[in-house]
């Protein structure tokens, strides 16, 4: 049977805590029941040789599997997902609208909230950033009421069943924790939670929070 390895952080500040993108890895894995070991970097180990050879931007997570190596949680996810009908429906039909909706989650609806978490996590108190932020504001909520329509009378962006569309739609959805943008459509906020109980997110988050409370314990 084949190791596979992701990297992640040893530590992250507590407002990173839940957030950091090897979650989707492992909430993917936990999912497709699949076993993997973690390689936990230290502060500055992004920036060694080693890891760019994995991931040329310094970030995490990377994926390692018989030789593969990925960076990109979208492109890791996918590639997990493609591997298991838990995550991907098996008509080509679902497996492209799935993919579709990936993407809608990483380029229509992410880039905002993150622009608007870095405001908020950053540079609150620069006269610039009270400026912005009320037009962030407003592209964030546009975009989450687009995406509360579509949702009406659906469990998940296929219909009724889970796939790594609602698992990548739901940590995007888990950044603005900050505001009650998500809460002011009731149907996202029970989307997002419906999906957040699943056993495999549960798993995942707990095994993402592990390595930090075992450092600040050390």
């Given at each position: 049977?084949?190791t596979?390895?992701?990297t992640?952080?040893?530590?992250?500040?507590?407002?990173?805590?839940?957030?950091?993108?090897?979650?989707r890895v492992?909430?993917a894995?936990?999912?497709?029941?699949?076993e993997?070991?973690?390689?936990?970097?230290?502060?500055?180990?992004?920036?060694?040789?080693?890891?760019?050879?994995?991931?040329p931007?310094?970030?995490i997570?990377?994926y390692?599997?018989?030789?593969?190596?990925?960076?990109?949680?979208g492109?890791?996810?996918?590639?997990?997902?493609?591997?298991?009908?838990?995550?991907?429906?098996?008509?080509?039909?679902?497996?492209?609208?799935?993919?579709?909706?990936?993407?809608?989650?990483?380029?229509?609806?992410?880039?905002?909230?993150?622009?608007?978490?870095?405001i908020?996590?950053?540079h609150?108190?620069?006269?610039?950033?009270?400026?912005?932020r009320?037009?962030?504001?407003?592209?964030?909520?546009?975009?989450l009421?687009?995406?509360?329509?579509?949702?009406?009378?659906?469990?998940?962006?296929?219909?009724?069943?889970?796939?790594?569309?609602?698992?990548?739609?739901?940590?995007?959805?888990?950044?603005p924790?900050?505001?009650?943008?998500?809460?002011?459509?009731?149907?996202?906020?029970?989307?997002?939670?419906?999906?957040?109980?699943?056993p495999?997110?549960?798993?995942?988050?707990?095994?993402?929070?592990?390595?930090?409370?075992?450092a600040?314990t050390?």
């Amino acid at each position: 049977m084949s190791t596979i390895t992701i990297t992640a952080f040893q530590w992250a500040p507590e407002f990173a805590r839940g957030l950091v993108r090897d979650l989707r890895v492992r909430w993917a894995l936990e999912e497709a029941g699949l076993e993997y070991r973690e390689r936990l970097l230290g502060m500055g180990d992004q920036k060694s040789s080693e890891h760019r050879k994995r991931q040329p931007f310094e970030q995490i997570p990377t994926y390692e599997e018989n030789g593969l190596v990925l960076f990109e949680s979208g492109a890791i996810v996918l590639h997990i997902a493609n591997q298991s009908e838990a995550l991907m429906p098996a008509d080509p039909g679902g497996r492209a609208r799935v993919t579709a909706w990936i993407f809608a989650a990483l380029n229509s609806i992410e880039p905002a909230i993150a622009n608007l978490a870095e405001i908020d996590l950053f540079h609150s108190e620069r006269d610039w950033a009270s400026q912005r932020r009320p037009d962030l504001v407003e592209r964030v909520s546009g975009r989450l009421g687009q995406l509360s329509r579509w949702l009406d009378r659906r469990e998940y962006l296929e219909g009724d069943r889970f796939t790594a569309a609602d698992l990548m739609m739901t940590t995007v959805l888990r950044i603005p924790r900050n505001t009650d943008l998500v809460e002011q459509h009731s149907n996202l906020a029970e989307y997002r939670e419906r999906c957040q109980t699943r056993p495999a997110f549960r798993q995942a988050l707990a095994n993402h929070l592990a390595p930090f409370d075992k450092a600040e314990t050390a």
